[in-house]
Nanobody
Framework: QVQLVESGGGLVQAGGSLRLSCAASGRTFSNYAMGWFRQAPGKEREFVAA????????NYADSVKGRFTISRDNTANTVILQMNGLKPQDTAVYYC??????????????????WGQGTQVTVSS
């Protein structure tokens, strides 16, 4: 399994931006599709965004389309979630996850087997 460590969370005012990073180690990063998920208190974990192994295909939840951007750097073994126009309803613990496979496209349905420990994002109104 690939090991994942998120960073970059914090407290930001509504309308602000944050950049989350997920560093991977232990396996060949380019063999994995990557996803970001989030879980707010009292709610189920939900899909945020995903990117295929090459970075050529991305998918987003409707709630973040146009505000969030997922990207990856296979030489640095890192996946990034750039979050702009943050809203209080974006407050959650954000997790990155890895699904083994060089898929042409990827979304929430991929078999994400590796997960990071999460990073807290809090958006104040």
């Amino acid at each position: 399994q690939v090991q994942l460590v998120e960073s970059g969370g914090g407290l930001v005012q509504a309308g602000g931006s944050l950049r989350l990073s997920c560093a991977a180690s232990g396996r060949t990063f380019s063999n994995y599709a990557m996803g970001w998920f989030r879980q707010a208190p009292g709610k189920e974990r939900e899909f945020v965004a995903a990117i295929n192994w090459s970075g050529g295909s991305t998918n987003y939840a409707d709630s973040v389309k146009g505000r969030f951007t997922i990207s990856r750097d296979n030489t640095a073994n890192t996946v990034i979630l750039q979050m702009n126009g943050l809203k209080p309803q974006d407050t959650a613990v954000y997790y990155c996850a890895a699904a083994l496979g060089r898929f042409s496209s990827v979304d929430a349905s991929a078999r994400y087997r590796s997960w990071g420990q999460g990073t807290q994002v809090t958006v104040s109104s």
